[in-house]
């Protein structure tokens, strides 16, 4: 009998680990099978310090309870709930059929100047490409700023500042950049309520993040809609939990005039590929998408989804880690 639930670690490239945290990205794989038909489905549950709050342990318990009937799947934690409805959807069948291409922004992270030669063309073949701000001083961001500018021509950037900064510190960051350049910011601001200033004095529409996620901010959200200054909701698919989650939020998304961007947590390129076929289902997913971090993983599920000409394409699902289950 094949064991439904293989736990792999996945290394790091040294240049990611200090973004990632971890030397290793830790995750397991639940197969599913449908003894009638024997349609197999597959999902990935990797939750990662610092953004879930359960861990993998954790997860996996839930997800055995889950299995033994103790459980109800509404109740797991969000990576397992991911994974488990990741694993119903295909297999009933999502990710088995061809599906249209997607646009991916490009993932720099803070260190442009340690990119080799293939991923800054990879890079520049993107419509967008994402910088991490915040995470030292202003000197550092317009550094990183200026540096993307002239090795990304043409592309506009999107700053994820992860709540770390104040108003003052970003508009500090922006200070004489051309507002062009850039496609939003994403959640930059420790108090998210004042995102709306913010991009009223430096002209760059706002992103939100971290509070998509959070369950008591819906209040917060309408708010926010109602200054016209976002333009884009990033879904974390496994921060947010399963797929009918995600589409619900998607669709939340949409009534408040705002695109939605998919976007992982440095998983394998399994969930990265099965995100194209989820974006094939949202009507308001026209944006580039946050897919674009496959080069950070020295090892993966399976072949590496790395954009070409700034997509990936919507090929029918790969089985992660083949050999393994025979």
Known sequence: MIDPILRIPLAVRAEARALVGADTREVAFLRLEDEATGAV????????????RETLDESLESIEEWFDGMRAAES???????????????MDGLGSA?????PVAGFAGDAIA?????????????????????????????????????AFPGRRLRLDGNRRMTRAACED???????AHF?????????????PSLSRATGVPIALDECVADRGAAVLREELARSGRVCAWVLRM????????????ATDAARLGADAVLST???????????????????????????????????????PARPRDGVLDGAPLPVPFVEAWS
Not at 114 to 130: I, M, N, W
Not at 173 to 179: E, I, K, M, T
Not at 244 to 249: A, K, Q, S, T, Y
């Open 41 to 52: 489905g597959f999902g990935e549950c990797a939750p990662l310090a610092g953004l879930h």
């Open 76 to 90: 797991l934690p969000p990576t397992a709930a991911f994974a488990v409805s990741c694993a119903m959807r295909t």
């Open 98 to 102: 061809p599906v249209a291409p997607v």
């Open 114 to 150: 340690t990119l080799d030669g293939a991923s800054l063309e990879e890079l520049r073949a993107c419509t967008a490409v994402k910088l991490k701000i915040g995470r030292g001083d202003a000197t550092h961001d317009r550094a990183l700023i200026a540096a993307a500018i002239e």
């Open 173 to 179: 960051v922006l200070r004489g950049f051309d507002a």
């Open 183 to 195: 496609e939003y910011l994403e959640e930059p601001l420790a108090d998210p309520s004042e995102l």
């Open 238 to 249: 496994s921060a947010l939990g399963s797929l009918d989650e995600i589409e619900r939020v």
């Open 265 to 303: 947590a440095y998983e394998s390129s399994y969930t990265l590929r099965l995100a194209v076929h989820i974006a094939a289902r949202l009507p308001n997913a026209r944006r580039a998408h946050g897919l674009g971090t496959a080069r950070i993983l020295l090892e993966d599920a399976c072949e």
